[in-house]
């Protein structure tokens, strides 16, 4: 098998308790990390190697997106400065209804896996219709990906109600079974958008497979208000009730969390998602992190959707997650660079199931590695390589992107994607849903 010898100034492992690494390399033999080491001994003892030089770049794990809707790229920036239910109700749900197919999922999902490459993102916990279009797009880009079995309980274009959603959910699941870049989720949309029934059957769905649960839970004031009309009890103590909080779920959103609910999503060991930068264009409020942190909760970071971000930008949520949470506690010692960076890396994996073969940089486990580079002259000088990624890097200096061992981004370019055929076609798509 092929060997590459990656030769940083600096590595950042991730690994428990290690810090930043100098003049370390790595070495990828086939799809996983072979070594880690001083570069002199690592180019004595495999002279054979490929060797690429990274001089004054940093080596991080895969950046992993813990929330995304991959394929509404394409509504990216159609209807911004408005509330989440009227965003949703009359601009994309609308539009979905009329646009969304198979062939418009895979364009739009393939635009994502570009951005989140030059974003350093390797790995992407995805929620949309048509699955079948989500995975082909994240095989044909080399990207990993968790791909949704979506369930609303309206009818859309895709299905006509809870039962066909999960039929083609598991239809798409059974075709692409085995696939190594894959991993599935279970995935209700909302407590506004699913009923108790729904609930059950997906949770039971989980079980059944052994995968990931993936729902938006208590993203506005007014979702947790309406719930509480609705069903006498708060969303949380509704799906509580119904045996949804456990190790599987990874809760989006989580903004609206009360002392008892945090403490319930520790013991249950749920998995929260926090979306810093979509939460604040949508005004919908922000995750109480500290508080977290301190009841021990696993937290990760995604992006949300295009439309209401509108950047899939992890160095921009690893950022606004660190400052956010001093500035609305007052406290500079909460949310660490390092904790910023864990949210995005070895947390995200264990929220995934994945911490055995992603999420760190550690012999043994699979080669997704990202070269950040340090050398310009905003990023100079650096005395400490791990804050610098937080508070001054951008994925505007992701250099190099390698998923499995297979170098995806080189020099800042795609190698799976010919970029030019995919605007191409993105232009000719958007330009028809601008005509009507």
């Given at each position: 098998m092929s060997q590459t010898l990656l030769l940083p100034h600096w590595i950042l492992t991730m690994k428990s308790g290690e810090d930043t690494l100098e003049n370390h390399g790595l070495l990828i033999d086939g799809e996983r990390i072979a070594a880690i080491g001083p570069h002199a001994d690592l180019l004595a003892q495999y002279p054979n190697a490929t060797r690429v030089d990274l001089p004054e770049q940093i080596l991080i794990p895969g950046l992993i997106n813990g929330h995304a809707h991959s394929a509404m790229t394409l509504?990216?920036?159609?209807?911004?400065?408005?509330p989440l239910m009227d965003w949703l109700?009359?601009?994309?749900?609308?539009?979905?209804?009329?646009?969304?197919?198979?062939?418009?999922?895979?364009?739009?999902?393939?635009?994502?896996?570009?951005?989140?490459?030059?974003?350093?993102?390797?790995?992407?916990?995805?929620?949309?219709?048509?699955?079948?279009?989500?995975?082909?797009?994240?095989?044909?880009?080399?990207?990993?990906?968790?791909?949704?079995?979506?369930?609303?309980?309206?009818?859309?274009?895709?299905?006509?109600?809870?039962?066909?959603?999960?039929?083609?959910?598991?239809?798409?699941?059974?075709?692409?079974?085995?696939?190594?870049?894959?991993?599935?989720?279970s995935a209700p949309h909302a407590p506004y958008t699913v009923s108790d029934e729904t609930f059950v059957k997906l949770r039971d769905l989980a079980e059944k497979l052994d995968i990931q649960m993936h729902c938006h839970i208590h993203e506005t004031?007014?979702?947790?208000?309406?719930?509480?009309?609705?069903?006498?009890?708060?969303?949380?103590?509704?799906?509580?009730?119904?045996?949804?909080?456990?190790e599987r779920m990874i809760a989006v959103h989580m903004v609206h969390l009360d002392e008892a609910e945090i403490e319930l999503m520790a013991k249950k060991g749920v998995h929260l998602v926090h979306n810093p930068n979509s939460n604040l264009k949508l005004a919908s409020g922000v995750m109480p992190l500290k508080a977290l942190e301190a009841a021990g909760v696993n937290t990760i970071l995604g992006t949300d959707g295009a439309a209401s971000n509108n950047r899939l930008d992890m160095f921009g949520e690893i950022r606004s997650a660190a400052l956010l949470a001093k500035g609305i506690t007052g406290d500079?010692?909460?949310?660490?660079?390092?904790?910023?960076?864990?949210?995005?890396?070895?947390?995200?994996?264990?929220?995934?199931?994945?911490?055995?073969?992603?999420?760190?940089l550690e012999v043994g486990k699979l080669a997704d590695v990202v070269a950040v580079s340090l050398d310009s002259l905003e990023c100079q000088p650096v005395y400490n390589a791990a804050a610098q990624l937080v508070y001054v890097a951008g994925r505007e200096h992701v250099s190099n992107v390698w998923v499995g061992g297979r170098q995806l981004l080189k020099d800042r370019q795609p190698t799976t994607i010919d970029v030019p055929s995919l605007l191409a076609e993105v232009r000719d798509v958007v330009g028809r849903m601008k005509a009507g």
């Open positions: 509504l990216r920036g159609v209807a911004d400065d408005v109700q009359n601009h994309i749900w609308p539009l979905e209804k009329k646009w969304v197919s198979e062939a418009w999922t895979y364009l739009g999902s393939k635009l994502a896996a570009a951005e989140g490459l030059r974003s350093g993102t390797t790995y992407i916990n995805d929620m949309y219709f048509f699955p079948t279009a989500m995975a082909r797009a994240a095989v044909d880009s080399g990207v990993r990906a968790a791909v949704s079995m979506n369930v609303i309980d309206f009818p859309t274009g895709y299905a006509s109600g809870p039962d066909d959603y999960i039929a083609k959910g598991v239809a798409a699941y059974e075709q692409y079974k085995g696939e190594k870049l894959l991993d599935w989720t004031a007014g979702e947790v208000s309406d719930g509480l009309k609705a069903h006498g009890v708060r969303p949380i103590a509704r799906l509580d009730k119904l045996g949804l909080f456990n500079p010692t909460v949310a660490s660079a390092r904790t910023a960076l864990e949210m995005a890396t070895i947390r995200a994996a264990k929220a995934m199931g994945r911490a055995d073969d992603l999420g760190s």
